[in-house]
C-alpha cells in the first residue's frame, strides 16, 4: 500500500477518534451539570427514594433486601477503592512503569488514578457504585454523576495519552554530549575565576 495513502487514513482516523472524544466529553460534561441542576432544585428525590425503597424490605426499610452475609459482601465491595488502596497501586504502577522507563505512560497513570477514574476496571466502578446506592449511602442520582464525571476524566486522559503518544520525545540530543559541553564550560568558568 502507498505510504502517503497510509498516513493520510491513520491521520483521519486520528482526527474522528479526536472529534468522536471531545463529543463524549462534552456530552458527559453536560449531562453532570444536568444531573447537578435537578438535584439542587431537588428534582431527584423521587426517582432517588423510588431506587432506594426498591432495595429495601418492605416491613423493616432499614434493611437491604438479600441475605444477611449479603450486606457484608456489598460493604466489602464498597471498601475496595479506599485511600490505602489507592495509593498502593498508585506506587506500585508508578514505580512499575518508571523502571520500564515509560514515562508517558507513568505519567497518565498517576493523572487517571490520582483523578480516581481508572483506579480499577469498569467492572468494579459500576459494583462500587451500585454497592453504595445498596446500602444506602448514595442516592443513584449521586452515583449516576460519579460515573458520569469519572468517565468524562477518563475521556480527557485518553484524549491527552493520544496526544503524548504522537510527539516522541526529542532523540537528537545525546546526553553525553550536553553533559561534556556542561562540563567544560563550568571548568571554563572555573579556571577564568582562578585566574583573577
Request: glycine letters at 8%; one cysteine or more.
Amino acid at each position: 500500500m502507498n505510504p502517503l495513502l497510509t498516513h493520510q487514513i491513520r491521520r483521519s482516523h486520528s482526527k474522528t477518534v479526536t472529534m468522536v472524544t471531545l463529543v463524549i466529553i462534552t456530552g458527559g460534561v453536560w449531562l453532570f451539570l444536568e444531573i447537578t441542576n435537578l438535584a439542587m432544585q431537588q428534582k431527584t428525590l423521587g426517582f432517588d427514594q423510588q431506587v432506594l425503597l426498591a432495595l429495601r424490605q418492605s416491613d423493616t426499610p432499614s434493611l437491604p433486601l438479600g441475605p444477611a452475609g449479603l450486606v457484608n459482601v456489598v460493604r466489602d465491595v464498597t471498601a475496595l477503592v479506599g485511600y490505602t488502596l489507592l495509593t498502593l497501586l498508585t506506587v506500585i504502577v508508578s514505580l512499575y512503569l518508571g523502571l520500564k522507563r515509560k514515562l508517558s505512560l507513568m505519567l497518565l497513570s498517576l493523572i487517571t488514578i490520582t483523578g480516581g477514574a481508572a483506579v480499577s476496571s469498569t467492572l468494579i466502578c459500576f459494583l462500587v457504585g451500585a454497592s453504595r446506592v445498596y446500602l444506602g449511602v448514595h442516592f443513584p442520582t449521586d452515583v449516576i454523576a460519579g460515573w458520569t464525571a469519572g468517565s468524562v476524566w477518563v475521556m480527557v486522559c485518553f484524549l491527552v495519552a493520544g496526544h503524548i503518544g504522537r510527539y516522541p520525545p526529542d532523540t537528537s540530543l545525546d546526553s553525553s554530549k550536553i553533559s561534556a559541553e556542561y562540563n567544560s564550560r563550568f571548568l571554563t568558568g572555573k579556571r577564568h575565576l582562578a585566574r583573577s
